[in-house]
């Protein structure tokens, strides 16, 4: 698999590059805007349009605002994408949609898969345990994170609306609410600082009982590993939307 790198000087790019040398994959190219002449061992330039090297896929840590760039590169190209950055709006969500119609993209606020057994076990919980249940989640992240809450901690929120069939509404942080938890409640909270990878808890609180999901990550190579697995599937798929969701089935199936 040769594979392009969005973001590749930035801390997840870097991670990725050693992950996919160290499994013989070949960085065909890496693009970051802060490319100024940076020593590398694959070729590196600062814009998608600088891109000459042959790609099976593309994969991005990098910011929100990369994403025109990526997509009208990858439409050209008719290369698959794997978008690992986080912090999206819904005008981009949206776009990401649009193009996926014409070239195969997988989206995952967390590559990794442990979140995404959480992911499973967080819907088992929400099934049999229901709305008796207090559910609030909480996320911690290194304090040079930018976007907040997490884009796992949404995921997560979006898998309970899913498992309960709506009737819930998230409620960030609680600041200025002079009132009680009220029925339906999703509480998500953030936590910032020092330098830990990322830790997501989904707490289920009931009457004489306490359900606590956490999952923990404890380096960053995890979602390397991750987004080359998310590559490897994506690889000659037809065009659509995919998530870490449809490599987990594909391993269970
Ligand atoms: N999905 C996951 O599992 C997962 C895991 C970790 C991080 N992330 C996300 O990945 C993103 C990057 O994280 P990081 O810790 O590596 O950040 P970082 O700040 O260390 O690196 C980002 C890199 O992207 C580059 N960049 C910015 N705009 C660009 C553009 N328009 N084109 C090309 N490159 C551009 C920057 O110069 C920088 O080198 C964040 O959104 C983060 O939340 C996702």
Do not use: W
């Amino acid at each position: 698999m040769r594979i392009v790198i969005g973001g590749a000087l930035g801390r997840m790019g870097q991670e990725l590059a050693s992950a996919a040398q160290a499994q013989g994959i070949q960085v065909a190219c890496g693009v970051d805007v802060a490319y100024a002449g940076q020593p590398a061992d694959f070729p590196m330039v600062a814009g998608y349009e600088r891109v000459t090297q042959q790609a099976d896929v593309l994969i991005d840590f990098s910011r929100p605002d990369a994403l025109p760039e990526i997509l009208a590169f990858c439409r050209s190209r008719r290369l698959p994408a794997v978008l690992c950055t986080t912090g999206y709006t819904d005008v981009e969500l949206a776009s990401i949609h649009k193009a996926s119609q014409e070239i195969p993209l997988l989206r995952s606020a967390n590559m990794s898969l442990g979140v995404h057994v959480l992911e499973q076990m967080m819907a088992l919980a929400c099934k049999v345990l229901g709305e008796g249940y207090d559910i609030e989640i909480v996320e911690r992240h290194h304090r040079m994170k930018a976007d907040s809450p997490s884009g796992t901690a949404l995921m997560l929120y979006d898998t309970a609306r899913r498992e309960m069939g709506g009737g819930i509404k998230p409620v960030y942080g609680r600041y200025g609410r002079m009132e009680q938890r009220q029925p339906g409640d999703v509480g998500i909270h953030a936590v910032r600082g020092g330098s830990m990878t990322g830790e997501h808890e989904v707490g289920f609180y009931g009457e004489g009982e306490q359900l606590l999901l956490i999952h923990r990550a404890e380096n960053r190579s995890l979602f390397a590993q991750g987004a080359l697995k998310a590559g490897r599937f994506l690889a000659g798929k037809p065009a659509g939307l995919y998530s870490m969701r449809d490599v987990v089935a594909q391993m269970l199936a």
